[in-house]
Nanobody, 121 residues
Framework: QVQLVESGGGLVQAGGSLRLSCVAS????????MGWYRQAPGKQRELVAY???????NTADAVKGRFTISRDDAKNTVHLQMDGLSPEDTAVYYC???????????????WGQGTQVTVSS
């Protein structure tokens, strides 16, 4: 079993910055994919950004140039640096990791409980 614990959410004014962090713990052989999704009130959960183990990064158009994802594989951690925040970025941000717990096993999708990010105008 794998647990994801997020931190770093909060309330910030428009134009401000926040840094989210997520640490994975438990039975981990390798993390193939680690990233962030968000869900605003009344909307579906959407991709923010993810980074593969090989270094490939996918970032949503809505946050390109403002948000930066990074991983520390030695610490099973992913960060999301969010700059130039706007009220449209207000949402619950969820950490996601696709984890294999042993060699040659199927990787499983795990989710954190979410951290609230609120941007005031």
């Amino acid at each position: 079993q794998v647990q994801l614990v997020e931190s770093g959410g909060g309330l910030v004014q428009a134009g401000g910055s926040l840094r989210l962090s997520c640490v994975a713990s438990g039975t981990i052989f390798t993390i193939n994919n680690m990233g962030w999704y968000r869900q605003a009130p009344g909307k579906q959960r959407e991709l923010v950004a993810y980074k593969l183990k090989n270094g490939y990064i996918n970032t949503a158009d809505a946050v390109k140039g403002r948000f930066t994802i990074s991983r520390d594989d030695a610490k099973n951690t992913v960060h999301l640096q969010m700059d130039g925040l706007s009220p449209e970025d207000t949402a619950v941000y969820y950490c996601n990791a696709v984890v294999a717990s042993a060699p040659e096993t199927v990787a499983i999708d795990y989710w954190g409980q979410g951290t609230q990010v609120t941007v005031s105008s």
